[in-house]
């Protein structure tokens, strides 16, 4: 009888795994780098590698239901991670077979920002929810939208890629996926540096502690730390890019009516800093029906559980 499941991330920089029990328990856990396997082939070997030793401690394959994995452009229909900008694997990549054929276990797979809403509707602050949106706002903006319990797929299983929906037309360009003007542009963690570099620009003789970074140690970490010691320029950042995200949280408001919408991902972690500019927009946006009606909240799983919950939440659905 199983006893567990692997739950597997896969992100542009990181991929994170662990060995999860029916309860949410994560038993083990490792980490591999993503972005230094040029080839898929020898990224799985790797995973192989570090993974079975923690299948092994817990009892072996024939205790586990099998492996989750969320990931960039994961396809839940066909278990393909198709086009994914944030990865250096191109075209269409048969994932979820590959891995299954090297592991000897069943697979599914999902998009990553999916799995996330798994994660929340399962162990998360979205238990009891039947209508939700989670937008995690990380290296990009993911979402996965929740409607009647069931995770929005669309015909594809592409649907819910509101980080690439456009709130600036002709806008900033999104350099993996050549579109300008989209919400990831701004809103994610690599927006934020971009704002802070145009920012710094456009205000030459303001005095900014951000101007102490060089180019390449400028992050959205660097300019949360400026601004809660009062940088000008660094609040006015977070004021901009809480702007810019809640405009658009308004028109997924209005697009599916969520009970709540749930934050995650590491940009959060400047706490009310992004939360109140996001806030107030997102509500200065909204048509009276919808005022005042849909949480806005962050999200109560550890990061560093999440994202192997969320994926570990595909094997027990």
Same mark, same amino acid.
């Given at each position: 009888?199983?006893?567990?499941?692997?739950?597997?991330? !896969?992100?542009?920089?990181?991929?994170?795994?662990?060995?999860?029990?029916?309860?949410?328990?994560?038993?083990?856990?490792?980490?591999?780098?993503?972005?230094?396997?040029?080839?898929?082939?020898?990224?799985?070997?790797?995973?192989?590698?570090?993974?079975?030793?923690?299948?092994? +401690?817990?009892?072996?394959?024939?205790?586990?239901?099998?492996?989750?994995?969320?990931?960039?452009?994961?396809?839940?229909?066909?278990?393909?991670?198709?086009?994914?900008?944030?990865?250096?694997?191109?075209?269409?990549?048969?994932?979820?077979?590959?891995?299954?054929? +090297?592991?000897?276990?069943?697979?599914?797979?999902?998009?990553?920002?999916?799995?996330?809403?798994?994660?929340?509707?399962?162990?998360?602050?979205?238990?009891?929810?039947?209508?939700?949106?989670?937008?995690?706002?990380?290296?990009?903006?993911?979402?996965?939208?929740?409607?009647?319990?069931?995770?929005?797929?669309?015909?594809?299983?592409?649907?819910?890629?509101?980080?690439?929906?456009?709130?600036?037309?002709?806008?900033?360009?999104?350099?993996?996926?050549?579109?300008?003007?989209?919400?990831?542009?701004?809103?994610?963690?690599?927006?934020?540096?971009?704002?802070?570099?145009?920012?710094?620009?456009?205000?030459?003789?303001?005095?900014?502690?951000?101007?102490?970074?060089?180019?390449?140690?400028?992050?959205?970490?660097?300019?949360?730390?400026?601004?809660? +010691?009062?940088?000008?320029?660094?609040?006015?950042?977070?004021?901009?890019?809480?702007?810019?995200?809640?405009?658009?949280?308004?028109?997924?408001?209005?697009?599916?009516?969520?009970?709540?919408?749930?934050?995650?991902?590491?940009?959060? +972690?400047?706490?009310?800093? !992004?939360?109140?500019?996001?806030?107030?927009?997102?509500?200065?946006?909204? !048509?009276?029906?919808?005022?005042?009606?849909?949480?806005?909240?962050?999200?109560?799983?550890?990061?560093?559980?999440?994202? !192997?919950?969320?994926?570990?939440?595909?094997?027990?659905?």
């Amino acid at each position: 009888m199983a006893e567990f499941v692997v739950g597997i991330d !896969i992100g542009g920089t990181n991929t994170k795994f662990g060995i999860v029990d029916k309860h949410g328990h994560i038993l083990a856990q490792d980490r591999l780098l993503t972005n230094e396997h040029e080839i898929v082939e020898d990224f799985i070997t790797d995973l192989h590698h570090k993974l079975m030793p923690l299948i092994d +401690k817990a009892g072996g394959a024939k205790k586990c239901a099998g492996i989750g994995i969320g990931a960039p452009n994961g396809n839940y229909y066909t278990g393909n991670i198709e086009y994914a900008a944030n990865l250096k694997w191109r075209g269409i990549i048969p994932f979820a077979s590959m891995v299954s054929e +090297k592991f000897g276990l069943p697979v599914k797979l999902t998009n990553d920002a999916n799995a996330a809403a798994m994660g929340e509707m399962r162990y998360g602050c979205a238990k009891g929810m039947k209508h939700f949106i989670t937008i995690t706002l990380g290296t990009g903006v993911g979402s996965g939208i929740v409607i009647d319990g069931k995770i929005l797929l669309g015909h594809d299983g592409f649907a819910g890629e509101l980080g690439h929906t456009i709130i600036r037309p002709g806008g900033r360009l999104h350099k993996g996926t050549g579109i300008k003007g989209s919400l990831e542009s701004y809103a994610s963690a690599t927006g934020v540096r971009e704002t802070a570099l145009e920012l710094l620009a456009e205000n030459p003789d303001t005095e900014s502690l951000l101007r102490d970074y060089s180019l390449n140690d400028l992050t959205s970490q660097s300019v949360y730390e400026c601004a809660i +010691k009062g940088d000008k320029i660094a609040n006015e950042i977070f004021e901009f890019t809480g702007e810019l995200l809640g405009e658009a949280l308004a028109n997924f408001v209005m697009f599916s009516s969520p009970e709540a919408i749930i934050l995650f991902g590491g940009l959060t +972690k400047a706490g009310d800093l !992004i939360m109140n500019p996001t806030r107030k927009s997102m509500e200065e946006h909204l !048509i009276q029906i919808f005022k005042n009606k849909v949480k806005l909240i962050f999200s109560e799983l550890k990061e560093a559980d999440a994202a !192997i919950l969320g994926a570990s939440a595909l094997v027990w659905d």
